[in-house]
C-alpha cells in the first residue's frame, strides 16, 4: 500500500453524529453521505452512521443510493437532487425516495411504481431562493392536488435548502424560512400533512435553530468540519480525516536551485529538499502551489514549487529528517495542526472542496 493515505476515526464520527443529534433533541437525523461521504468513503461511513441510528441517509444521485443498496445497507435514502428521466426504474428497484421537483418526474416515478406493484416515498421540494432545483411557493398547491392524483407514490417530507445560512448575516435565509413555513401552512390548510419537515443543513443547525423541524440534513459536520471557522468553533467538532504520506527521497541543493516545474521557486541558500508522494492527482491542489505547508516531526515545513501530478516538494533546510518519515498534510502532529479549512483560506476555496477532491487513487484507512 502507498504511504499516501487518508486516515479516517471512526471513533470521532460516531461521535460527531451524537454530538450534532444532541443539538437537534426531538428531530430525525439524515447525514449527508453523497461525494464519496465528503470524501471520506460512502459505504464505510453509511454504514457506521447506519449503526448508530441514522433515520436517513442523503446522497445526491441515484447511482450513490444504488452503491449503498447493495452493499446491503437497509436505511433510507433520500436522493436530494432531481431524477433524472431514465431513473424512474432505479429508484423504486433499489427504494430510493426522491426530491418532487416537477410533475413529469412524478408520473414517470408513478408509472414505474405501479409497473413493480411498489408504493415509493417522496419529498416535495420548495425553492424558497436557492433557485437551483424544486417547486415555487405559489405552485406547491397546484401540484401536490396533481400529484396526489397520481398511483403508488407518496408524500413523506417537505423541504427546502438555504442560499446564505453558512453567513452570519441571516436576514436572507431567514426570508428564506419564512416562505417556507407559509408554503407547509398553507399546504396543511389544504389537507396535505407531511411527517417530515426540513431544511437544516450543518449551517442552519448553527445559526438557525427554527430551521429544525422535524429533520435535519448535517453534511460537513458529521465529518468534524464546518463550512466557516467561526461555526466550526460554535460546534465543537472533531475531524475525523487526516491526510498523510511520507519521505521518499531526499536532497542537497545548493543555493540558487531551481525546483519543480517552473522554477517557480529557488533555493536561497544551501538546504535539503524532500520530495513526498502525493500530488494534484490525488487531489492536493495545484493551487496550493507556493502556500502550503505539512507538518514532519510536529513542525511546520513549507511545501515549494510547483506542485506535480504524484509528487510535492518540502524544504527541510538543515533538519536531519530520513526517508520513510510520517509527513502531515491535513491532520495534527505533535502541536501543530493543518486544517482543511486552511488549506480552503490558502487557495480560495471551501473546505468542501478540499475534502471532495481527495481522489479514489488515496486509501482510506479506517481506524
Not at 4 to 11: H, K, L, P, R
Not at 166 to 186: G, P, Y
Given at each position: 500500500?502507498r ?7 471512526t ?12 443539538l437537534?433533541?426531538?428531530a430525525?437525523i439524515?447525514p449527508m453521505?453523497?461525494?464519496?461521504a ?5 459505504i464505510?461511513c453509511?454504514?457506521i452512521?447506519s ?7 442523503g ?5 450513490e443510493?444504488?452503491m449503498?443498496r ?11 437532487t432531481p431524477?433524472?428521466p431514465n431513473e424512474?426504474a432505479l ?15 412524478m ?6 411504481a405501479?409497473?413493480?406493484n411498489k408504493?415509493l416515498?417522496?419529498?416535495l421540494y ?9 417547486i415555487?411557493?405559489n405552485?406547491?398547491i ?5 400529484a396526489s ?5 407518496e408524500?413523506i417530507?417537505?423541504c427546502t435548502?438555504?442560499a446564505t445560512?453558512?453567513?452570519?448575516d441571516t436576514?436572507f435565509a431567514?426570508?428564506?424560512?419564512k416562505?417556507f ?8 390548510s389544504s389537507?396535505?400533512i ?6 437544516a443543513?450543518?449551517a442552519g443547525i448553527a445559526h438557525?435553530?427554527e430551521a429544525k ?5 448535517p453534511?460537513l459536520?458529521?465529518?468534524g468540519c464546518a463550512p466557516?471557522?467561526?461555526?466550526e468553533?460554535k460546534?465543537?467538532?472533531e475531524?475525523i480525516?487526516?491526510?498523510k504520506?511520507s ?5 542537497r541543493l545548493?543555493?540558487?536551485t ?5 522554477r517557480?521557486?529557488?533555493t ?6 524532500a520530495?513526498?508522494?502525493?500530488g ?5 491542489m ?6 502550503a505547508?505539512c507538518?514532519i516531526r510536529?513542525?511546520?515545513?513549507p511545501i515549494?514549487?510547483?506542485i506535480?501530478?504524484?509528487e ?5 533546510g538543515d533538519d536531519?529528517?530520513g526517508?520513510?518519515?510520517e509527513v502531515m498534510?491535513?491532520?495534527s502532529?505533535g ?5 482543511a479549512?486552511?488549506l ?5 476555496t471551501i473546505p468542501?472542496e478540499?475534502l471532495?477532491a481527495i ?5 482510506r484507512?479506517?481506524r
Amino acid at each position: 500500500m502507498r504511504s499516501t493515505i487518508a486516515e479516517i476515526d471512526t471513533v470521532k464520527l460516531r461521535h460527531n453524529f451524537h454530538h450534532i443529534r444532541s443539538l437537534t433533541p426531538g428531530a430525525a437525523i439524515m447525514p449527508m453521505v453523497k461525494a464519496n461521504a465528503y470524501g471520506h468513503g460512502i459505504i464505510e461511513c453509511s454504514r457506521i452512521l447506519s449503526e448508530e441510528g441514522a433515520d436517513f441517509l442523503g446522497v445526491a444521485f441515484a447511482s450513490e443510493g444504488v452503491m449503498l443498496r447493495e452493499d446491503g445497507i437497509t436505511t433510507p435514502i433520500v436522493v436530494m437532487t432531481p431524477p433524472e428521466p431514465n431513473e424512474a426504474a432505479l429508484f423504486c428497484t433499489y427504494d430510493l425516495q426522491p426530491v418532487a421537483c416537477s410533475i413529469e418526474s412524478m408520473i414517470l416515478l408513478s408509472n414505474e411504481a405501479v409497473a413493480q406493484n411498489k408504493v415509493l416515498h417522496y419529498h416535495l421540494y420548495i425553492d424558497t431562493g436557492l433557485s437551483r432545483d424544486g417547486i415555487l411557493p405559489n405552485e406547491a398547491i397546484d401540484f401536490m392536488i396533481a400529484a396526489s392524483s397520481l398511483k403508488n407514490i407518496e408524500a413523506i417530507g417537505i423541504c427546502t435548502h438555504f442560499a446564505t445560512s453558512d453567513e452570519i448575516d441571516t436576514t436572507f435565509a431567514k426570508v428564506q424560512l419564512k416562505s417556507f413555513n407559509q408554503v407547509v401552512e398553507n399546504l396543511q390548510s389544504s389537507e396535505f400533512i407531511f411527517r417530515y419537515v426540513h431544511a437544516a443543513n450543518t449551517a442552519g443547525i448553527a445559526h438557525l435553530p427554527e430551521a429544525k423541524f422535524t429533520l435535519v440534513r448535517p453534511g460537513l459536520s458529521m465529518y468534524g468540519c464546518a463550512p466557516t471557522h467561526e461555526l466550526e468553533s460554535k460546534l465543537s467538532l472533531e475531524p475525523i480525516l487526516r491526510l498523510k504520506t511520507s519521505v521518499l527521497s531526499l536532497r542537497r541543493l545548493p543555493s540558487g536551485t531551481s525546483v519543480s516545474y517552473g522554477r517557480r521557486y529557488n533555493t536561497a541558500r544551501e538546504t535539503t529538499i524532500a520530495t513526498i508522494p502525493i500530488g494534484y492527482g490525488d487531489g492536493y491542489m495545484r493551487a496550493l502551489t507556493g502556500k502550503a505547508e505539512c507538518l514532519i516531526r510536529g513542525k511546520r515545513y513549507p511545501i515549494v514549487g510547483t506542485i506535480c501530478m504524484d509528487e510535492c516538494m518540502v524544504d527541510i533546510g538543515d533538519d536531519e529528517i530520513g526517508c520513510g518519515e510520517e509527513v502531515m498534510l491535513i491532520g495534527s502532529q505533535g502541536k501543530e495542526c493543518i486544517t482543511a479549512g486552511q488549506l480552503a483560506d490558502k487557495c480560495g476555496t471551501i473546505p468542501y472542496e478540499i475534502l471532495t477532491a481527495i481522489s479514489a487513487r488515496v486509501p482510506r484507512i479506517y481506524r
